[in-house]
C-alpha cells in the first residue's frame, strides 16, 4: 500500500470512530507520521496503532490523537500547553491548529529528537523545554488549553490552577492502565467542570521525580 493510500485509509477510519472536526482530521493528514515512529515500524505508521518510542514511551493512537485534539477545542488564536512531548507528533497536529504550543518532556533524549523533526518540517510556532510537565509553565500562563498526553492520578492541580477562567484542559486520569479515562475539564468562575469522554490507556504521568530524567 502506498504511503497515500495508508493516509486516506486512516483519515476515513478516524471519521467512521466519529471525528467529525474536519481541521483536525486535515492536520492529521498533513502531518506525516513516518517522521515520528522509529525506522523499524515506519511501515506501520499510517495504522490506528500506538507504537513503541524510546526511552520505553509510545507515540499515541491516532484515534486518540484526534478524540483529545477534538476535545481540546482549539482554534487559530489559542496558546496550548501540551504535557508529553514524546515523539512530537501530537505536538505537530497541534502546531496546525493553533497559534502557539507549548511543550514539556520529562526525556532530554525525545525531546530533542521531537525537536530536530518539528524543526524538519518547519513548524515554527512550537516552544518546548524539558521538565516535569506536572508543574506547568507558570511564566506563560494562563493558557487557554492545556493536553496532557500521559495518565494522572489526579487533575494535576498546579495544572488547573494555571488554565485560563473559560479554559479547557483534556486529560487522561488513572493509576493503572487498565483503568483510564479521557477527562475534560473547564475552569469556570466557581471551580472545575469535569466531564468523562470514554477509556483511553496511556503510559503515567511521572512527576516529582524530574531530575531523573532531566539532568545529563
Ligand atoms: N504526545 C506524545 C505521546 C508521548 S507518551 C506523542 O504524540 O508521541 C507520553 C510522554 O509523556 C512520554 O514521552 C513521557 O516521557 C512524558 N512524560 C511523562 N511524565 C511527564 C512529566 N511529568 N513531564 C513531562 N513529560 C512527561
Redesign the pocket.
Given at each position: 500500500m502506498s504511503d497515500a493510500d495508508g493516509r486516506a485509509r486512516l483519515i476515513l477510519e478516524l471519521r467512521r470512530c466519529g471525528v467529525a472536526d474536519l481541521r483536525v482530521l486535515n492536520a492529521m493528514e498533513r502531518v506525516p507520521r513516518e517522521f515520528?515512529v522509529p525506522p523499524a515500524f515506519v511501515h506501520q505508521a499510517w495504522e490506528n496503532v500506538a507504537l513503541p518510542?524510546d526511552?520505553g514511551?509510545?507515540?499515541?493512537q491516532p484515534a486518540v490523537?484526534a478524540r483529545m485534539t477534538e476535545a481540546l477545542q482549539v482554534d487559530d488564536r489559542t496558546r496550548v500547553l501540551?504535557?508529553?512531548?514524546?515523539?512530537?507528533?501530537?505536538?505537530a497536529v497541534l502546531s496546525y491548529l493553533c497559534r502557539r504550543v507549548y511543550t514539556?518532556?520529562?526525556?532530554r533524549e525525545?525531546l530533542g529528537q521531537?525537536e530536530s523533526r518539528l524543526a524538519k518540517l518547519r513548524r515554527r510556532n512550537i516552544t518546548a523545554r524539558p521538565?516535569?510537565?506536572?508543574l506547568g509553565w507558570p511564566e506563560q500562563a494562563p493558557f487557554e488549553r492545556i493536553l496532557v498526553?500521559?495518565a494522572a492520578i489526579d487533575i494535576p492541580p498546579n495544572l488547573s490552577a494555571q488554565l485560563a477562567i473559560g479554559g479547557i484542559m483534556v486529560v487522561p486520569i488513572g493509576d493503572d492502565s487498565a483503568n483510564q479515562c479521557i477527562v475534560r475539564v473547564r475552569r469556570e468562575e466557581t471551580g472545575l467542570d469535569i466531564e468523562e469522554l470514554g477509556p483511553v490507556k496511556?503510559?503515567?504521568?511521572?512527576?516529582g521525580r524530574?531530575g531523573e530524567?532531566v539532568s545529563g
Open positions: 515520528f518510542i526511552c514511551q509510545t507515540i499515541s490523537v501540551e504535557i508529553g512531548t514524546g515523539s512530537g507528533y501530537q505536538t514539556i518532556e520529562r526525556h525525545l521531537a521538565g516535569d510537565g506536572a498526553t500521559a496511556f503510559v503515567p504521568l511521572i512527576s524530574a530524567a
